[in-house]
Nanobody, 119 residues
Framework: QVQLRESGGGLVQAGGSLRLSCAAS????????MGWYRQAPGLQRELIAS???????NYADSVKGRFTISRNNAKNTVYLQMNSLKPDDTAVYYC?????????????WGQGTQVTVSS
Protein backbone atom coordinates (compact mmCIF):
# COMPACT_ATOMS: atom_id res chain seq x y z
CA GLN A 1 0.00 0.00 0.00
CA VAL A 2 1.06 3.55 -0.72
CA GLN A 3 -0.40 6.59 0.99
CA LEU A 4 -0.23 10.04 -0.57
CA ARG A 5 -0.89 13.35 1.15
CA GLU A 6 -1.08 16.59 -0.81
CA SER A 7 -0.70 20.08 0.55
CA GLY A 8 -0.14 23.60 -0.71
CA GLY A 9 -3.34 24.45 -2.50
CA GLY A 10 -5.17 27.71 -2.00
CA LEU A 11 -6.40 30.93 -3.56
CA VAL A 12 -4.05 33.01 -5.69
CA GLN A 13 -4.41 35.86 -8.13
CA ALA A 14 -3.74 35.39 -11.81
CA GLY A 15 -0.03 35.61 -12.51
CA GLY A 16 0.85 34.31 -9.08
CA SER A 17 2.55 31.12 -7.97
CA LEU A 18 1.84 28.14 -5.75
CA ARG A 19 3.80 25.04 -4.85
CA LEU A 20 2.01 21.78 -4.21
CA SER A 21 3.60 18.98 -2.23
CA CYS A 22 2.82 15.28 -2.21
CA ALA A 23 4.31 13.20 0.58
CA ALA A 24 4.37 9.45 0.00
CA SER A 25 4.47 6.77 2.66
CA UNK A 26 4.09 3.01 2.82
CA UNK A 27 5.67 0.75 0.20
CA UNK A 28 7.80 3.52 -1.32
CA UNK A 29 10.23 1.23 -3.14
CA UNK A 30 7.40 -0.03 -5.34
CA UNK A 31 6.73 3.40 -6.85
CA UNK A 32 8.07 3.78 -10.39
CA UNK A 33 6.26 6.93 -11.45
CA MET A 34 4.40 9.82 -9.89
CA GLY A 35 2.21 12.43 -11.42
CA TRP A 36 -0.02 15.41 -10.84
CA TYR A 37 -3.54 15.42 -12.23
CA ARG A 38 -6.22 18.05 -12.07
CA GLN A 39 -9.97 18.07 -12.44
CA ALA A 40 -12.00 21.18 -13.07
CA PRO A 41 -15.78 21.21 -12.54
CA GLY A 42 -17.57 19.38 -15.33
CA LEU A 43 -14.35 18.17 -16.92
CA GLN A 44 -12.43 14.91 -16.87
CA ARG A 45 -9.39 14.45 -14.70
CA GLU A 46 -6.27 15.15 -16.74
CA LEU A 47 -2.60 14.34 -16.29
CA ILE A 48 -0.56 17.54 -16.28
CA ALA A 49 2.90 16.48 -15.11
CA SER A 50 4.73 13.26 -14.38
CA UNK A 51 8.14 12.10 -13.21
CA UNK A 52 9.52 8.60 -13.48
CA UNK A 53 12.20 6.71 -11.58
CA UNK A 54 15.08 7.97 -13.74
CA UNK A 55 14.00 11.57 -13.17
CA UNK A 56 12.52 12.12 -16.61
CA UNK A 57 9.56 14.48 -16.68
CA ASN A 58 6.63 15.12 -18.98
CA TYR A 59 4.09 17.92 -19.10
CA ALA A 60 0.76 18.61 -20.70
CA ASP A 61 0.91 21.36 -23.30
CA SER A 62 -1.41 23.49 -21.18
CA VAL A 63 1.18 23.80 -18.39
CA LYS A 64 4.47 23.40 -20.21
CA GLY A 65 6.84 26.25 -19.41
CA ARG A 66 4.80 27.33 -16.38
CA PHE A 67 4.73 24.26 -14.12
CA THR A 68 7.65 22.19 -12.89
CA ILE A 69 7.49 18.77 -11.28
CA SER A 70 10.35 17.71 -9.03
CA ARG A 71 11.06 15.30 -6.22
CA ASN A 72 13.05 14.99 -3.04
CA ASN A 73 13.87 11.32 -2.59
CA ALA A 74 15.12 11.83 0.95
CA LYS A 75 11.71 13.20 1.94
CA ASN A 76 9.68 10.88 -0.31
CA THR A 77 7.99 13.99 -1.62
CA VAL A 78 7.06 15.21 -5.08
CA TYR A 79 6.41 18.87 -5.78
CA LEU A 80 4.56 20.84 -8.40
CA GLN A 81 5.77 24.41 -8.76
CA MET A 82 3.10 26.42 -10.54
CA ASN A 83 4.01 29.83 -11.94
CA SER A 84 2.13 32.34 -14.08
CA LEU A 85 -1.16 30.88 -12.92
CA LYS A 86 -4.30 31.52 -14.93
CA PRO A 87 -7.98 31.30 -13.99
CA ASP A 88 -8.17 28.21 -16.26
CA ASP A 89 -5.79 26.47 -13.84
CA THR A 90 -8.54 26.44 -11.22
CA ALA A 91 -9.20 22.81 -10.31
CA VAL A 92 -8.74 20.14 -7.69
CA TYR A 93 -5.18 18.86 -8.01
CA TYR A 94 -4.42 15.23 -7.27
CA CYS A 95 -1.16 13.44 -6.73
CA UNK A 96 -0.89 9.88 -8.05
CA UNK A 97 1.66 7.12 -7.78
CA UNK A 98 2.11 4.06 -9.99
CA UNK A 99 3.30 1.11 -7.95
CA UNK A 100 4.49 -2.24 -9.24
CA UNK A 101 4.60 -5.21 -6.90
CA UNK A 102 5.14 -8.76 -8.19
CA UNK A 103 4.30 -7.63 -11.69
CA UNK A 104 1.01 -6.02 -10.70
CA UNK A 105 0.66 -2.29 -11.38
CA UNK A 106 -1.61 -0.28 -9.15
CA UNK A 107 -2.32 3.43 -9.08
CA UNK A 108 -2.72 5.26 -5.81
CA TRP A 109 -4.35 8.67 -5.36
CA GLY A 110 -4.10 11.44 -2.86
CA GLN A 111 -7.17 13.18 -1.47
CA GLY A 112 -6.79 16.23 -3.68
CA THR A 113 -6.13 19.88 -2.96
CA GLN A 114 -8.10 22.83 -4.31
CA VAL A 115 -6.34 25.48 -6.36
CA THR A 116 -8.34 28.59 -7.20
CA VAL A 117 -6.94 31.31 -9.43
CA SER A 118 -8.83 34.59 -9.42
CA SER A 119 -8.78 37.01 -12.33
Amino acid sequence: QVQLRESGGGLVQAGGSLRLSCAASGVIFSINAMGWYRQAPGLQRELIASIISDGSTNYADSVKGRFTISRNNAKNTVYLQMNSLKPDDTAVYYCAADSTVAGTVRKYWGQGTQVTVSS
